[in-house]
């Protein structure tokens, strides 16, 4: 089974290209925001596994205005990804619907006010939504709350920017979910991702491959419970072990709890998990890049995700295998 582009899993960078047109490239934003489980509300130290600095690039920082942090994204991302037409604001850093509603609306109405962004991208914890933040935001997704708004994309017209919300779920195990400090259970995480679809939002999610005391049995028996939410993409990083986190004082008392790959295994693994999710499924990566300076060691060297990802279709191929497969059979 081919997807768009003659591959053989569902990318999510063919998805945006299928429906706008061009290439629509995250810019990465920091807004100031924190998490409940940092500042008390529900917990402190955050997760176990957590340092938020290794997941953010250099323009993109706190001190600087989204306005900022946007122009300097786009002139950061025009040298890699020359094919950009339009950027999506991305506001990553910690947890983004955290704050009062009306706060979160000026925030998200001025990274949209940019000429060149289409689009947000906000990525937050299940615990952090409720009716009232998503119908705001399901108002941007519409129009209906920046009636004005309009973009010229691939010569058409938007009229309403588009708009997708991202939760870090990480596992659906709650054992999983309580030793890594997380602050939520699955069930949090599985009604935050039906109140979002419920809206018409576009929704993600983000795992965790190899979090302590997961199996691969377990991992692989989680694509089920990814596969019963109605999400629209899922986004899987293998686990890196950051300085200075209670992750990394866990593995060194530890590492037998630890699943850890190779390259060429995690890549298998992969696969295996994409043969049982739903091919309707949109991936949008299937690893995490950490600057060397953030880890003790880097196994795999410095490989690039576009790297990872030619090594992907190569594998699948040689495999004869594709997302959805072994789902497929079992609906059969």
Same mark, same amino acid.
């Given at each position: ?58 323009? /993109? ?61 906000? =990525? ?6 409720? =009716? ?22 691939? =010569? ?14 990480? /596992? ?71 300085? =200075? ?88």
């Amino acid at each position: 089974m081919k997807f768009g582009n003659g591959k053989r899993y569902n990318s999510f960078v063919g998805y945006y290209r299928e429906k706008y047109g061009e290439r629509l490239q995250k810019i990465v934003l920091d807004a100031g925001f924190t998490c409940p489980n940092r500042d008390g509300t529900v917990g402190r130290g955050g997760c176990t596994y957590c340092d938020n600095a290794a997941f953010h690039p250099g323009y /993109s920082t706190p001190g600087k205005t989204l306005r900022q942090q946007t122009d300097e994204g786009i002139e950061f991302h025009r040298v890699r990804y020359r094919n950009a037409g339009h950027y999506l604001a991305y506001f990553q850093s910690y947890s983004n619907t955290y704050a009062p509603v009306e706060r979160l609306r000026e925030l998200y109405v001025e990274a949209l006010s940019h000429p060149e962004v289409a689009g947000i991208v906000i =990525g937050t914890r299940p615990d952090c939504v409720d =009716g009232e933040k998503l119908d705001m935001i399901a108002a941007l997704k519409d129009g209906t709350l920046l009636p004005e708004w309009r973009r010229k994309v691939d =010569g058409k017209t938007l009229h309403a920017p588009v708009v997708t919300v991202e939760y870090g779920i990480e /596992s659906c195990f709650d054992t999983t979910l309580a030793r890594i400090n997380r602050g939520h259970d699955f069930a949090c995480a599985r009604r935050a991702v039906e109140m979002t679809a419920e809206r018409n939002i576009d929704t993600g999610a983000h795992f965790i491959l190899g979090l302590p005391g997961e199996t691969r049995e377990m991992l692989l028996e989680q694509t089920s419970m990814i596969n019963d939410m109605p999400l629209r993409a899922v986004k899987f990083h293998q686990l890196q072990i950051i300085k =200075g986190t209670a992750m990394e004082r866990e593995y060194a008392r530890n590492p037998g709890d630890f699943l850890r790959f190779g390259m060429e295994e995690y890549l298998d693994f992969v696969i295996d998990i994409l043969e049982r999710l739903r091919p309707d499924l949109y991936i949008e990566r299937i690893a995490g890049e950490v600057p060397p300076r953030f880890v003790n060691e880097t196994p795999w060297g410095l490989v690039r995700n576009f790297e990872l990802l030619r090594m992907l279709d190569k594998r699948l191929e040689e495999r004869g295998t594709w997302q959805g497969r072994l789902a497929l059979l079992h609906q059969k």
